[in-house]
Antibody
Framework: EEQLRESGGGLVEPGGSLRLSCAAS????????MNWVRQAPGKGLEWVSV????????YYADSVKGRFTISRDNAKNLLYLQMKSLRAEDTGIYYC????????????WGQGTLVTVSS | EIVLTQSPSTLSLSPGERATLSCRAS???????VAWYRQKPGQAPSLLIY???NRATGIPDRFSGTGSGTDFTLTISRLEPEDFAVYYC??????????FGPGTKLETK
């Protein structure tokens, strides 16, 4: 059974840093692109970043470009999101999600980890 | 930048009724890159439809997706209690890479 489990969220002051992790199991992690998607409290979904299966394809939303870095460790089945210069508007639940291979869509999602940026 | 609009923003129906949710793109898009998700309260989103009309694994046939060009529709033929949730359409391949619509909240009448 495909599973994704995020960790690393918490309370951080504006300007601070945080690293999120996503542990994958039940599928061949190295064969799939992976995404981070976030959701501000009471709001809709916002795509954050994607990384290709080998790590060579990386894209970011403009709202996080230059501040967030996505990476992966295929040997450990782990996806990461390093977040720096955090702002209040980065507050929300961060989900990792697997990208389907042929017709892109996010077919499996973790339960999310909450990031709160506040002083 | 392509914008996705979903209507209605809220839909009030009863179990057993038929729901029709709309997603409109601000310009013509590739239907292969249109998907629909359901997000139940307090849960992560889950994929319902990909490629505009293909049901994801385990999704019952009461869910169907149609559309092309700029207009796409998610139809739920007979509402079950677990279907009262928020539904998002999504487009891949634009800038940003994934765009989500603002969502339609399906609530119990």
């Amino acid at each position: 059974e495909e599973q994704l489990r995020e960790s690393g969220g918490g309370l951080v002051e504006p300007g601070g840093s945080l690293r999120l992790s996503c542990a994958a199991s039940g599928f061949t992690f190295s064969g799939y692109s992976m995404n981070w998607v976030r959701q501000a409290p009471g709001k809709g979904l916002e795509w954050v970043s994607v990384i290709g299966s080998s790590g060579s394809r990386i894209y970011y939303a403009d709202s996080v470009k230059g501040r967030f870095t996505i990476s992966r460790d295929n040997a450990k089945n782990l996806l990461y999101l390093q977040m720096k210069s955090l702002r209040a508007e980065d507050t929300g639940i961060y989900y990792c999600a697997r990208e389907r291979k042929v017709t892109p869509a996010a077919d499996y999602w973790g339960q999310g980890t909450l990031v709160t940026v506040s002083s | 930048e392509i914008v996705l609009t979903q209507s209605p923003s809220t839909l009030s129906l009863s179990p057993g009724e038929r729901a029709t949710l709309s997603c409109r793109a601000s310009q013509t898009v590739n239907s292969n890159y249109v998907a629909w998700y359901r997000q139940k309260p307090g849960q992560a989103p889950s994929l319902l439809i990909y490629g505009a009309y293909n049901r994801a694994t385990g999704i019952p046939d009461r869910f169907s997706g149609t559309g092309s060009g700029t207009d796409f529709t998610l139809t739920i033929s007979r509402l079950e209690p677990e279907d009262f949730a928020v539904y998002y359409c999504q487009l891949y391949g634009s800038s940003p890479l994934y765009i989500f619509g603002p969502g339609t909240k399906l609530e119990t009448k």
